[in-house]
């Protein structure tokens, strides 16, 4: 993998995003920066799916992309008998590789779709 070494802000990739919570008011969703940010700037992808069958590519909605804070504001509720689950992906605009959504239980890198 190539290194943009003329980055002095980007060293390495970002860590995952862990402690996603819903705060009281049940629409807003905040989470804890990764331990490691490999960088000075830190943004943010927030993206809510709804699962077939649990995979993370079933209808995948990007809420916010490139956001500094660690906080979104969830407008829609799931229906009846429905799940939605959400996924915070670290950014540090390191222009060569793709930030990573981290790994299931298992130890398998998530896909997850880029958000503009």
């Given at each position: 993998?190539?290194?943009?070494?003329?980055?002095?802000?980007?060293?390495?990739?970002?860590?995952?995003?862990?402690?996603?919570?819903?705060?009281?008011?049940?629409?807003?969703?905040?989470?804890?920066?990764?331990?490691?940010?490999?960088?000075?700037t830190?943004?943010?992808?927030?993206?809510?799916?709804?699962?077939?069958?649990?995979?993370?590519?079933?209808?995948?909605?990007?809420?916010?992309?490139?956001?500094?804070?660690?906080?979104?504001?969830?407008?829609?509720?799931?229906s009846?008998?429905?799940?939605?689950?959400?996924?915070?992906?670290?950014?540090?605009?390191?222009?060569?590789?793709?930030?990573?959504?981290?790994?299931?239980?298992?130890?398998?890198?998530?896909?997850?779709?880029?958000?503009?």
């Open positions: 993998m190539a290194m943009n070494t003329s980055d002095p802000d980007a060293w390495s990739s970002p860590g995952e995003v862990t402690g996603l919570t819903f705060l009281s008011d049940a629409r807003t969703l905040t989470w804890d920066p990764p331990a490691e940010p490999g960088g000075n830190l943004m943010y992808d927030t993206i809510r799916w709804i699962p077939f069958k649990f995979t993370f590519q079933s209808r995948q909605l990007c809420l916010e992309s490139d956001d500094h804070d660690t906080t979104v504001t969830v407008e829609d509720d799931p009846l008998g429905s799940i939605h689950l959400y996924m915070v992906r670290a950014d540090n605009g390191r222009p060569w590789e793709e930030a990573s959504p981290g790994t299931d239980s298992a130890g398998r890198l998530r896909a997850a779709r880029p958000c503009p």
